[in-house]
């Protein structure tokens, strides 16, 4: 109950890093039982077909959702530890460059136009033809790399310091990175890096939109607001309603103001100490 608690009370990049790590979790453990019944590789197929993003705009059109759940899906360890690492440090990033406010938004977004870059290249380049029918993305590096891209476009000379590297401004890390993306499109992970690509046009998009209008939104920040203030339960007021004539309504008034005299004399003859907590309280309840 406590992690459910701190959760629910845990920043917005608490939650996308629980949310990430809490999917992962819940499909290994499952999968645990499908591989003692010897059927292993069928849990993660089902999974895939259900919540990874086809790259067919025919499976799309069936599954729409996962245009979003792909991002919250991983099937390999390495690749959950290397994109929670690299969540909560360009979120952390994020949110002492831009703020915490607008994080889930450009998250979602990027990974939106990610998935987009991804089912378009595939479509649209003749390498992919025939891998299409069979082609499935999952991982939340687009939205991640949005995040990191929007913070290097919002304040480019911020410096960051390596280790090994020394002293590099964050729009030259942003830079170095889209490279590489570029020249993996050659490579095992081309969809990957597509998406990737996506992902940091929308951060360079919003960022650059931020610092035109600070208060630009991407849309889900009203949407998220919405949401919290449904989910957050509102205690309930029993409201009754007591018929009284005048005479009863004017005793009870008389006796009420009787019995704040009483405690007022008492308070200007013995002061405060001398009251009783009843006493107390009942001064603390007409007081307000």
Known sequence: METFEFIKKGSTLTRLLFINIGVFIAIKLVNVGFFLMGRGDVWETMVSTALALPADPVQLKVAPWTLFSYMFLHFDVWHIVANVLMLYWAGRLFTVRIGTGRLAGVYLMGGILGGIFYVAAYNFFPAFAEILPQARMAGASAAVIALLVAAAAYTPNYVLRFLI???????????????????????????????????????????????????????????????????????????????????????????????????????SKSGYDALTREEKEKLFKMDK
């Open 165 to 267: 590297f020394g002293t590099v401004r964050l729009w030259q890390l942003a830079a170095i990175l889209m490279l590489f993306y570029v020249l993996g499109i050659a490579s095992s992970n081309a969809g990957g890096n597509i998406a990737h690509l996506g992902g940091a046009l929308y951060g360079l998009f919003f960022a650059l939109k931020m610092r035109r209008n600070p208060t630009f939104d991407s849309g889900f920040t009203t949407w998220f607001k919405n949401i919290r203030q449904r989910l957050h339960k509102r205690p309930k007021i029993r409201v009754t309603y007591r018929n009284h004539t005048d005479l009863e309504y004017n005793r009870q008034k008389n006796q009420r103001q009787d019995e704040i005299n009483r405690i007022l004399d008492k308070i």
